[in-house]
Structure formats: C-alpha cells, structure tokens
C-alpha cells in the first residue's frame, strides 16, 4: 500500500475507533457505569475477541498490520498525556488530614494483593502461556503483586467529585489512600522493570535516575514553572509559545523516564504533579482533555483489545485460573482496605465503601499489563486475564459503592 492509501486506511480506523467508543461509554453511563467502562469494552469489541471471531476478514482489512506502528504510537501519546492530565488533577494537600488513616488503608491494600500473589506465583508459572519461560518467581511476583494491588486513581477521583464527597472523611481517605496506592504499585513496577533482564547496573540505573528525576520535579520543577503560572494568572490565558514549550517538557520528560530504563508515563505523571496549580493547569486541561479523551485514549484501548484473545479463556482450565485470579484479587484488596478503614476509626457503610472504590483497575491496569507484554513479563494469556479483571472490576465498583454507602444515608434519615 502506498502512503495515500495508509493515510485512508488509519483514518478509516480512527472513525471507528471514535465511534464506537463513544457509542459504548454513553451505553456505559446510561446505566449507571463510568464512561471509561464502555470505551475499555469497545477496545475488546473491536479485537479479535469480538469482531475479529465474528466477522475475522472484515475486521483484519480493516485493522491492517501495515497501520499497527501508527495506532501504537496515537496510543502511547494518549495514555501518556492522560497521565500528565491525571497529575494535574493530583492534589498533593489531600495527605495532610488523614494521612495515618490513608497509609493504613493504602498499605493493607498493597501487603495482602502482593501475599496472595506469591501464592498464586507459586502455582502460576507452572502454566504454560501466562508469563515468559526465563522470568524468575521474584519478578513475576512483584508484577502480579503490583498488578493486583493497583487502582483506578482517576475513576476514584471522578466518583468522589460526582458524589459530592470530596470534603468528607469517605472522599478524602479515599483519595489519599488511592494515591499512595498508586504511587507505591508504580514503583514496584519501576524496580520490575529496571531489574528485569538488564542486570544489576541497569537496575540501579532506573531506581536512582527515577528517584532523582521524582525529586526534581516534586521539589525544584514547580519553582522554576512558576512563572509560567504567574504570567497566566495574569493574562487569562496561555500563548501558544507556552503551549508547545509545555508540550516539549512533556515529551522531554517522557524520554527521560524511557532512558533510565522505566516507562514514558512516569514522566507525564510527574510533570502534571509539578506544574503549578491555578490558571495554568485550568487551561492545560481544557486545551488537551478533549483530544486525549475522545481521540487518542480511545486508540490505547483498541491496541489493548487488538492484543487480547478472550477465545484463549475458552479452555476449563485458564477459564478456572481466570475466575480464581479474579476473586482473588478482588477479596484480597476490598477486605484489606475495609479492614484497616474500620480499624482507623471509620464505620462500616464508610469502609465498605473505601474497599469498593480502591477494588476498582481501570485504566491503569491495562496501562501496567501492556508495559509487562511490551517488555516481555507476560504472555498474551495472562494479558487476557487481566483485561478481564481490569473491566470486571471497574464495572463492579460503582454499583457496589451505591449500594453500601446509599444505605447509610437512608439509615441517616430515618
């Protein structure tokens, strides 16, 4: 195919890609579900899990090899510029009224998904077509640890703000808890990543580089920003000058994470985080949200689907494993952190709640399964697995946390 012809036929896909996703997030919003979960579920949709089983021919001339290098790439610059976003949305201040309660919780949702990992490790690796053959029980237990552990940052956000709850005691222990969550599963996959198959040299590579580039930016960066703020602070606006300045940090600070040996959404994160906040961020936000929501994240959940085979859950046995990861990574993360919510002090419609919005994945379990397939962690069976898992659990956590909490404001009232 020549380039014209390339050009049609990625634009072809970004047609359908748009479309369905919008279609199936306001399918997902209609009954109650976040719109995240409809556009992760067109992802699979128009793989070979659906469309690819349905109408295989159809979808392959479609979906040509030739355009995978330019989905990848549209996908890598969306779930990229939507951790910037998330870190623009970070509010480091929610730490200082709950931050024991928040640790508790944080580190009981991490100690019981990282025990019951190396349990399932244990058994796990003995199964062909999950994670790669020279993988060590150390490396494939961190990553399912870290997987398992991780939660929907953003979704928690979202739900927080939606409900009004974020001056509560359920909304700020939520958030806190969820970001040290976070924070702490992404740097077990820093030391998952720098240590695997590199040696030792590229190990301590990624942790001091990615430590010393964190600090930077969480202590020097937004000082030296702040004059970017102050200047839109006053004019009301952003000049373009600034916008492709920003941009240009951006993707700086993406290479920079890649170099030291971690992955490029570490540095949009930590940039979003230390940019400082007011005018700026406002206008940062209304300028990339449309782009990277509508377009762009949409095409990381499609090359997400593209990779994952739900046919290859289809024998008893991986469909046994599927349904056992599942439930137990979901009692193992929703008891942990209603338990140490209730040993802090909270009630129990309060720390059922916590549990059922730290169980959610979302987004950011399939940003951290596609960083393992891409650097050789895990097979594509397993990748599977945790699709299912990322979707089942963010579906869930909604209804869940309606269910528990809307029962203590019934019992308030009567």
């Given at each position: 195919?020549?380039?014209?012809?390339?050009?049609?036929?990625f634009?072809?896909?970004?047609?359908?890609?748009?479309?369905?996703?919008?279609?199936?997030?306001?399918?997902?919003?209609?009954?109650?579900?976040?719109?995240?979960?409809?556009?992760?579920?067109?992802?699979?949709?128009?793989?070979?899990?659906?469309?690819?089983?349905?109408?295989?021919?159809?979808?392959?001339?479609?979906?040509?090899?030739?355009?995978?290098?330019?989905?990848?790439?549209?996908?890598?610059?969306?779930?990229?510029?939507?951790?910037?976003?998330?870190?623009?949305?970070?509010?480091?201040d929610?730490?200082?009224?709950?931050?024991?309660?928040?640790?508790?919780?944080?580190?009981?949702?991490?100690?019981?998904?990282?025990a019951?990992?190396?349990?399932?490790?244990?058994?796990?690796?003995?199964?062909?077509?999950?994670?790669?053959?020279?993988?060590?029980f150390?490396?494939?237990?961190?990553?399912?640890?870290?997987?398992?552990?991780?939660?929907?940052?953003?979704?928690?956000?979202?739900?927080?703000?939606?409900?009004?709850?974020?001056?509560?005691?359920?909304?700020t222990?939520?958030?806190?808890?969820?970001?040290?969550?976070?924070?702490?599963?992404?740097?077990?996959?820093?030391?998952?990543?720098?240590?695997?198959?590199?040696?030792?040299?590229?190990?301590?590579?990624?942790?001091?580089?990615g430590?010393?580039?964190?600090?930077?930016?969480?202590?020097?960066?937004?000082?030296?920003?702040?004059?970017?703020?102050?200047?839109?602070?006053?004019?009301?606006?952003?000049?373009?000058?600034?916008?492709?300045?920003?941009?240009?940090?951006?993707?700086l600070?993406?290479?920079?994470?890649?170099?030291?040996?971690?992955?490029?959404?570490?540095?949009?994160?930590?940039?979003?985080?230390?940019m400082?906040?007011?005018?700026?961020?406002?206008?940062?936000?209304?300028?990339l949200?449309?782009?990277?929501?509508?377009?762009?994240?949409?095409?990381?959940?499609?090359?997400?689907?593209?990779?994952?085979?739900?046919?290859?859950?289809?024998?008893?046995?991986?469909?046994?494993?599927?349904?056992?990861?599942?439930?137990?990574?979901?009692?193992?993360?929703?008891?942990?952190?209603?338990?140490?919510?209730?040993?802090?002090?909270?009630?129990?419609?309060?720390?059922?709640?916590?549990?059922?919005?730290?169980?959610?994945?979302?987004?950011?379990?399939?940003?951290?399964?596609?960083?393992?397939?891409?650097?050789?962690?895990?097979?594509?069976?397993?990748?599977?697995?945790?699709?299912?898992?990322?979707?089942?659990?963010?579906?869930?956590?909604?209804?869940?946390?309606?269910?528990?909490?809307?029962?203590?404001?019934?019992k308030?009232?009567?």
């Amino acid at each position: 195919m020549n380039t014209i012809e390339l050009i049609f036929a990625f634009s072809l896909q970004l047609l359908i890609i748009i479309i369905a996703s919008q279609v199936m997030g306001y399918l997902a919003k209609f009954i109650g579900q976040p719109k995240v979960v409809g556009e992760m579920i067109a992802g699979v949709m128009l793989g070979p899990s659906l469309l690819g089983f349905i109408w295989p021919q159809w979808q392959q001339s479609v979906f040509i090899e030739q355009t995978q290098s330019w989905l990848y790439l549209g996908a890598q610059l969306g779930v990229g510029l939507y951790m910037f976003l998330v870190g623009l949305e970070f509010n480091t201040d929610l730490f200082k009224n709950q931050l024991k309660s928040a640790i508790s919780v944080s580190l009981a949702g991490m100690l019981a998904p990282f025990a019951v990992a190396m349990l399932l490790c244990i058994w796990l690796m003995d199964v062909p077509g999950l994670f790669t053959e020279n993988i060590s029980f150390s490396h494939a237990s961190l990553f399912m640890g870290a997987a398992i552990a991780i939660t929907a940052f953003p979704m928690l956000a979202r739900i927080v703000y939606e409900r009004g709850l974020a001056g509560t005691a359920l909304g700020t222990l939520a958030l806190a808890a969820g970001a040290i969550d976070d924070a702490a599963a992404w740097f077990i996959l820093a030391i998952v990543l720098g240590s695997y198959g590199g040696g030792v040299l590229l190990a301590l590579k990624a942790l001091f580089g990615g430590g010393l580039y964190a600090y930077i930016m969480l202590t020097k960066a937004t000082m030296w920003l702040q004059p970017l703020a102050n200047n839109a602070q006053i004019t009301g606006k952003l000049s373009h000058g600034t916008f492709v300045f920003i941009l240009i940090l951006f993707g700086l600070s993406a290479y920079a994470m890649e170099w030291v040996g971690l992955h490029a959404v570490f540095g949009g994160f930590l940039l979003g985080v230390a940019m400082p906040r007011g005018q700026l961020t406002d206008i940062l936000t209304s300028r990339l949200h449309t782009i990277t929501l509508v377009i762009l994240l949409p095409m990381f959940f499609t090359y997400s689907g593209l990779k994952t085979e739900l046919t290859l859950l289809a024998s008893w046995d991986l469909l046994g494993i599927t349904l056992l990861i599942l439930l137990a990574s979901i009692l193992a993360k929703g008891l942990a952190c209603w338990a140490a919510a209730r040993l802090s002090g909270a009630d129990n419609p309060t720390a059922m709640a916590i549990g059922a919005l730290m169980n959610a994945r979302g987004l950011m379990e399939l940003i951290i399964i596609n960083i393992a397939l891409q650097h050789g962690i895990i097979e594509q069976g397993l990748f599977s697995i945790m699709v299912v898992m990322a979707i089942v659990t963010t579906f869930m956590a909604t209804p869940i946390f309606e269910l528990v909490y809307a029962r203590k404001h019934i019992k308030g009232r009567e």
